[in-house]
């Protein structure tokens, strides 16, 4: 199970960048995969997620109210790769940002949970001035 985060900076405040996770095949088919981050001296937190639950044609699409409107997740299933669009960044939005995912099969709390997921990527560094 490996996935790699890319395209973290720096950003001036009021710019953009998007991330990428690279996932493998088997990652790929969990039913739930998902971005976080961590500032320093805070507490990972979930940033957003797509959950397709049973594996039913329906993508659910979950973010944390603090990027509502700003942040868009997507993925490119030919690419296995998951993307983080950041639009409109501010200095709050500094810090390490992780892909993770889950098998299925998985104790369930929630898509914006870190104790949902069980795989994780290294992180790609955020830094808004």
């Given amino acids: ?3 790699v985060e890319s395209g973290g900076g720096s950003v001036q405040a009021g710019g953009s960048l998007r991330l ?12 739930s995969i998902g971005w976080f981050r961590q500032a320093p001296g805070k ?7 797509r959950y397709t639950g049973d594996g039913g044609p329906v993508t659910s699409i979950y973010y944390a109210d603090s990027v509502k409107g700003r942040f ?41 949970q870190l104790k949902s997921y069980n795989y994780w990527g290294q992180g790609t560094q955020v830094t808004v001035s």
């Fill in 43 to 49: 507490e990972r937190e979930g940033v957003a997620a």
């Fill in 72 to 112: 868009t997740i997507s993925q490119d299933n030919a690419k296995n790769t998951v993307y983080l669009q950041m639009n409109s960044l501010n200095p709050e939005d500094t810090a390490m940002y992780y892909c993770a995912t889950r098998p299925s099969s998985g104790s369930w709390f929630g898509p914006l």
């Fill in 1 to 3: 199970v490996q996935l």
């Fill in 20 to 31: 990428s996770c690279s996932a493998s095949e088997y990652t790929y088919r969990s039913d």
